[in-house]
């Protein structure tokens, strides 16, 4: 089955809406600049309450890299997502994020979704050398996103799906990808069809405003990737 994550969260109601929808994973965003961002003890709060059947997911992009390990260890995530703001460079990112092997054992951190945008230069320059160290180890997936160096996700525009399509299937090849950036119950089938990818991850397109999911919507989206599962099954 697809890996749905519901990312966002910002309040127990809403990430417990995901986890009766049947997402598998929700995610928490630490980046100062999204309206989506949540303290240390917010999360910590939240994650306390969720079944452990739901994976949770700690998102982090700039200065907040630096504090990763540390914070995912408080949180108690399951996960670290990781977008890097310059480079697309996983072994830089791991540098910053303290998150090399040795870093990774102490912490406890047993999961990487280490994201990345998907702009015409990165497609023309990075797309078909990305090189994922140990992905079964540190790594879970590479996550696609619509993001850029300066702001890099939570855009609520999809990246050119059909573009796309070739770098995407030869990442496939090697390595699980996740595909996220303006998605919505109504393209998502779009998307795994165009892409074929692991997994998808939603904020704004199941929405009521920033910050507060829609209930409906996010039934709806997950609804959306289980009859895609259903068909190609």
């Known amino acids: 089955m697809t890996w749905v994550k519901i990312c966002g969260m910002t309040n127990l109601e809403d990430a417990l809406v995901a986890v009766d929808a049947g997402a598998d994973a929700v995610g928490f965003v630490f980046y100062e600049k999204s309206p989506r961002c949540v ?16 994976e949770t997911v700690g998102v982090f992009a700039g200065d907040s890299l630096m504090h990763a390990g540390e914070t995912g260890e408080n949180a108690g995530f399951d996960s670290l997502q990781l977008y890097p703001l310059a480079t697309p460079n996983s072994l830089e990112v791991l540098e910053k994020a303290g998150l090399k092997h040795p870093a990774q054992r102490k ?3 047993k999961k990487i979704y280490l994201a990345l945008p998907v702009s015409k ?22 996550l696609l996103d619509s993001g850029s160096g300066q702001k890099p996700g939570g855009t609520g525009l999809a990246f050119d799906w059909n573009s796309a399509a070739t770098t995407v299937a030869t990442l496939n090849v090697k390595q699980k990808v996740v595909v996220a950036g303006g998605l919505t119950p109504q393209n998502v089938g779009d998307a795994i069809s165009t892409l074929q990818p692991w997994g998808v991850d939603v904020v704004s397109g199941v929405e009521a405003s920033p910050g507060k999911k829609d209930r409906e919507k996010v039934r709806a989206f997950v609804r959306a990737v289980r009859e895609m599962d259903r068909r190609a099954g």
């Open 39 to 54: 303290t240390l003890e917010r999360a910590r709060e939240i994650v306390e309450k969720l079944p452990e059947s739901v």
């Open 121 to 142: 230069s990165f497609m023309e320059e990075h797309g078909l050398s990305v090189e994922l160290a140990d992905p079964e180890g540190e790594f879970v997936a590479l």
């Open 107 to 109: 912490t406890g951190q």
